[in-house]
């Protein structure tokens, strides 16, 4: 029901759309077929589309981070394996919320699990284990609201799931093969959230520190804390705790030369 209605609404607006790129965003134009699965096109694809191997061998690095520093941790690895990861972001899986004003939107709870689609990110998770190239929604932090555009995530040796609220969740933690925490301390934290919102997201300062206060800090004490127990590695300060970078790195190494030989 719900997710047919979400597909043929996707559909609709990838058959009205032009190909083009913003950034690392893509949006492409497909001919799609009734052989489509939503956010998955299976179907002609406009000119330019990289193909990639139909399986691809899988390793659930599964990131859980506490503050935006994990992406010196992403960024390691992506240097180190290059187009062997693929990282899919849970903030793109926010919900819709077109019914709703941009002043209703924003006092919406961001941080309760229950503002993402994550059945969606779930759905899309299993595609990628099994070959599959997905459009990822792309979510716009300015309006509250996700955009029209997509990001096309294609299948690697190793997905990298990253997002605050991912081990809140049974589902994603059941698609996991190694489950990361990366800790940071809580006057850190705030001091990074106010640097990103307010430079990226085009948030005010008094809207960030409310947000905190609101929803942020309890969010965080009632779903975040409590699902550390769920990782399987604990990591503090992520990309600048070397020796923990270099035994994931390895692990990472070793799984790919086992899939190698396979």
């Given at each position: 029901?719900?997710?047919?209605?979400?597909?043929?609404?996707?559909?609709?607006?990838?058959?009205?759309?032009?190909?083009?790129?913003?950034?690392?965003?893509?949006?492409?134009?497909?001919?799609?077929?009734?052989?489509?699965?939503?956010?998955?096109?299976?179907?002609?694809?406009?000119?330019?589309?990289?193909?990639?191997?139909?399986?691809?061998?899988?390793?659930?690095?599964?990131?859980?981070?506490?503050?935006?520093?994990?992406?010196?941790?992403?960024?390691?690895?992506?240097?180190?394996?290059?187009?062997?990861?693929?990282?899919?972001?849970?903030?793109?899986?926010?919900?819709?919320?077109?019914?709703?004003?941009?002043?209703?939107?924003?006092?919406?709870?961001?941080?309760?699990?229950?503002?993402?689609?994550?059945?969606?990110?779930?759905?899309?998770?299993?595609?990628?284990?099994?070959?599959?190239?997905?459009?990822?929604?792309?979510?716009?932090?300015?309006?509250h609201n996700r955009s029209d555009d997509f990001i096309q995530i294609h299948p690697a040796p190793v997905i990298l799931v990253e997002g605050i609220l991912i081990f809140a969740s049974p589902e994603l933690c059941d698609l996991m093969d190694i489950k990361v925490f990366v800790d940071t301390d809580a006057d850190v934290r705030i001091l990074r959230r106010i640097v990103r919102d307010v430079k990226k997201r085009g948030r005010t300062l008094d809207s960030v520190v409310t947000q905190y206060l609101t929803t942020v800090k309890p969010m965080h004490e009632q779903f975040v804390e409590p699902s550390k127990r769920r990782a399987d590695l604990i990591i503090p300060e992520g990309g600048k705790n070397p020796v923990a970078v270099e035994m994931l790195i390895h692990r990472l190494e070793s799984h790919l030369a086992s899939a190698a030989k396979e």
């Open positions: 029901g719900t997710i047919n209605a979400q597909n043929a609404d996707l559909n609709k607006r990838m058959k009205d759309a032009d190909p083009k790129v913003i950034g690392t965003r893509i949006v492409n134009k497909f001919l799609v077929t009734p052989h489509t699965r939503f956010g998955n096109p299976r179907a002609e694809k406009a000119p330019n589309y990289v193909t990639y191997p139909d399986a691809c061998t899988w390793l659930g690095a599964l990131w859980f981070s506490k503050a935006v520093k994990n992406k010196d941790m992403q960024q390691r690895l992506k240097e180190r394996f290059g187009d062997q990861i693929s990282v899919i972001s849970h903030d793109n899986y926010y919900k819709r919320q077109d019914e709703l004003t941009y002043e209703q939107r924003c006092l919406t709870n961001y941080d309760h699990p229950n503002a993402f689609e994550t059945e969606l990110m779930v759905e899309h998770i299993k595609a990628l284990k099994a070959g599959e190239t997905v459009l990822c929604p792309v979510y716009d932090f300015s309006q």
